[in-house]
């Protein structure tokens, strides 16, 4: 999600994280809340469920580990949480709110898109390929492989 930031915008974005501390046990976010922040992890670890319709009980999904990102599909789609997120032990995130995240992040992300979706029009023998393919195309190309070219 990061990697379409330049060194200025990571700065920025660095500097607008808030260091969050949780105990273990204690829910960072909640399934069906209104989210307006995303985390880092920097230590511990967290556990991942959600409660499906029709069921009674939550299903565990996936442990999130240092290093690892959560929370940010509330800031993408402007969504309820998805699910719930527990400290399993003591944890150090860092909090990034809505505001920077769609200044800085998403700006980022979509020029980044751009750049290679141009770039896809441009190769003839993708010409018959539609926008809504060469968008996804352009998603899933790295920055270090088209700057290779």
């Keep these: 999600m990061f990697k379409a930031l330049n060194h200025e915008e990571m700065v920025i974005v660095i500097g607008a994280m808030t260091e ?39 299903k565990f999904l996936k442990n999130f580990e240092p290093g690892d990102l959560f929370g940010e599909l509330a800031l993408l789609y402007n969504a309820p949480r998805a699910a719930t997120v527990t400290a399993k032990s003591d944890v150090v995130l860092w909090e990034l709110d809505r505001d920077t995240f769609n200044h ?42 088209f700057n290779k070219g």
């Design 104 to 145: 800085i992040v998403k700006d980022a992300a979509q020029r980044k898109r751009e750049k290679y979706e141009d770039f896809l029009s441009s190769v003839k023998i993708l010409h018959s390929v539609d926008s809504y393919e060469r968008a996804k195309m352009a998603d899933t190309i790295k920055e270090q492989d």
């Design 20 to 58: 969050r501390c949780f105990k273990s046990g204690e829910v960072v976010i909640k399934q069906g809340e209104a989210g307006a922040v995303l985390y880092v992890v920097e230590e511990g670890q967290l556990a991942c469920h959600k409660l499906f319709d029709g069921s009674s009980e939550p």
